[in-house]
């Protein structure tokens, strides 16, 4: 029997993670869940502002609702900035009941920040849903610094994705990659 497609989509934020997951997901006809659209929806639903407890749900919820769809074998795309120390083990697990593919959102530090200060002028209530502000650009640990961001190092087929502009593979070329092993 064949397991369904897990296919994650990474990289620091404001990398093109987004953007990609839901052309890939049009296009693949493929069903999406996005960390951070969960955190929104909860966030909206109870109305208070992010913290680590919510993060804490938001992550377990995320992986409950991966672990049921691949369950019923349905074949996935998962967005978020998945790190290696904080999600390894849980994509590990579902290697075992799903053909998990990574996708690596790649552009320049510059282009994340630019695109980032971008987003949080567009969006202001990204502070509130998900703690995003400028301190991810200067806090020596910050995501949007040099080696804040630890990428996921994991067994399985990974693709480098250029977002600078346009896609680099494109989009057909990525879609081949994900076909390919699956």
């Known amino acids: 029997m064949n397991k369904p497609l897990l296919v994650v ?19 693949m006809k493929c069903p999406l869940i996005s960390r951070d659209e969960l955190k929104e929806g ?8 992010i913290d680590d407890s919510i993060n ?3 992550y377990n919820t995320f992986f409950e609702l991966i672990e049921l769809l691949i369950s019923k074998k349905i ?28 996708i690596l959102c790649q ?5 994340t920040k630019s695109r980032f200060v971008e987003r949080l002028s567009r969006e202001p209530e990204r502070e509130r849903n998900h703690g995003d502000d400028l301190s991810l650009l200067t806090e020596s640990n910050g995501l949007l610094t040099e080696g804040g961001y630890e990428v996921l190092d994991l067994d399985i087929p990974m693709l480098e994705v250029d977002t600078t502009k346009n896609y680099k ?3 057909e070329q990525i879609q081949f990659f994900l076909k390919q092993h699956y």
């Open 9 to 27: 989509v990474t990289g620091r934020p404001a990398s093109g993670k987004t953007t990609l997951s839901r052309i890939l997901s049009q296009k």
């Open 56 to 58: 804490w749900h938001i």
């Open 42 to 49: 909860y966030i909206n639903t109870v109305g208070c502002q």
């Open 169 to 171: 593979p494109d989009i």
């Open 107 to 111: 552009t320049s530090l510059d282009i």
């Open 75 to 102: 074949s996935i795309i998962i967005e978020a900035a998945f790190q290696n120390k904080l999600w390894k083990q849980k994509l590990i697990d579902l290697m075992d009941k799903a053909d998990v593919r990574a």
